[in-house]
């Protein structure tokens, strides 16, 4: 049974979006890496705030926790134990990022207006750059429950098969 869930994957995957959907089934407690680093004012916390933010929620006995923020795995993987990796194309990202555009979300304490070169750039290069490093530290918890989906299909056939859990766990 999934009680710290891990959700990884390149921007505009739609990583917030299948937390969201998780946490309605699971009734999990939901925490957005998003939320954790980024101020309104589009600042951010410094390293040693965001770790210590971090481990104080992988202490507690249940959660999900999307986004990737590789430096934080190191705290993050020992903790939990499912794994969903949104393993999808660069172009299926890059598109759900230009989707999102001057749209709330509660991942965000800001409404992207603008679409920014280097945040497009890091994702065409994600599966040549960051993807390789993904793996060879999901590869360091051969125990761990991965579960890769290839498409939002996949992810969203999954989704509809988990039951709905009516007791919230804390």
Known sequence: MMKRVL???SPGAGKSTFARKLQSKTKLPL????????????????????????KRIVAKPA???DGNYQRTLKYR???CDTIFWLDY????CLAGVK????KPRPDLP????????EFMSYIAKFRTVQRPILVKELQ????????VFHSRQEANLFLHKIKVNEKPHG
């Open 110 to 117: 800001w409404i992207e207006e603008d679409e920014d070169p």
């Open 31 to 54: 925490v957005y890496m998003d939320q954790l680093f980024w101020h309104a004012n589009k600042t951010t916390v410094s390293k040693h705030e965001l770790d210590e933010k971090v």
């Open 99 to 102: 989707a999102r555009k001057g």
């Open 77 to 79: 993987l020992p903790k």
């Open 140 to 147: 360091k918890y051969p125990n761990k429950q991965i579960i």
């Open 89 to 92: 194309p660069t172009e299926v």
């Open 7 to 9: 959700i990884l994957g």
């Open 63 to 65: 959660w999900i926790m």
